[in-house]
């Protein structure tokens, strides 16, 4: 079946840090790859995603590369803020079956940015 | 202009009891989900609805039922509620199966 795994949180930063949180996943075919993000208190966001292999998605400074050869999908910021504090989900979707396009998560992290 | 709502935002109940929770989306997808969220923040699928049909049932209780009276709303129904219900339940919608899900702000249910 579908996988997700994340690097183990929480991750504390300083503002301005680079900031790399490791997703890999397993799965049949060709999944779509998605990073969430779950603010305090609210739902989760769609951050970016990427459908197949070699695309990047970007949003907000944040980047993931699909790179089918290694099955990851990891996420970058070049400079984080305080306001990037919460906790982050890479998930994987399958169409197709009896997956119809069910989110898989990873565990999620859990990011702290201090000033 | 909420794309995913959800009612109530918090519902806190007595072991026995039965609840439900509404969801409604205004983005026009035809896919709708139950997601379940426990205390370590772990997210998984419960059901997923197109075009008011069930698709995806996981393994979940019979105590749950879901109901989509058009593609618009996806409800979950929940009897006799144990104390392991209680986590924060998320609904969300799709375009089309494999499209970005979009989710609604979650319901926190405490059972006591």
């Known amino acids: 079946g579908n996988s997700v795994t994340q690097m183990e949180g929480p991750v504390t930063l300083s503002e301005e840090a680079f900031l790399t949180i490791n997703c890999t996943y397993t799965?049949?075919?060709?999944?779509?790859l998605f990073w969430y993000v779950q603010y305090p208190g609210e739902g989760l966001q769609l951050l970016l995603k990427?459908?197949?292999?070699?695309d990047k998605g970007s949003n907000k400074g944040f980047e993931a590369t699909y790179r089918k050869e290694t099955t990851s999908f990891h996420l970058e910021k070049g400079s984080v803020q305080v306001s990037d504090s919460a906790v982050y989900f890479c998930a994987l979707a399958n169409a197709g079956g009896t997956s119809y396009g069910k989110l898989t998560f990873g565990q999620g992290t859990i990011l702290t940015v201090h000033p | 202009d909420t794309a995913v709502s959800q009612t109530p935002k918090y519902l806190v109940t007595q072991m026995g009891n039965d609840k439900s929770i509404k969801c409604e989306q205004n983005?026009?997808?035809?896919?709708m989900y139950w997601y379940k969220q426990d205390s370590k923040k772990f997210l998984k699928i419960m059901f997923s609805?197109?075009?008011?049909?069930?698709?995806i049932n996981e393994t979940v209780p019979n105590r749950f039922s879901p109901k989509s009276p058009d593609k618009a709303h996806l409800n979950l129904h929940i009897n006799s509620l144990e104390l392991g219900d209680s986590a924060v339940y998320f609904c969300?919608?799709?375009?089309?199966?494999?499209?970005?899900?979009?989710f609604g702000p979650g319901t926190r249910l405490l059972v006591l």
């Open positions: 609805y197109n075009n008011k049909e069930l698709i």
């Open positions: 799965a049949t075919g060709y999944p779509s």
């Open positions: 990427a459908t197949k292999a070699d």
């Open positions: 983005l026009g997808h035809d896919t």
């Open positions: 969300a919608s799709s375009p089309f199966a494999e499209g970005a899900q979009y």
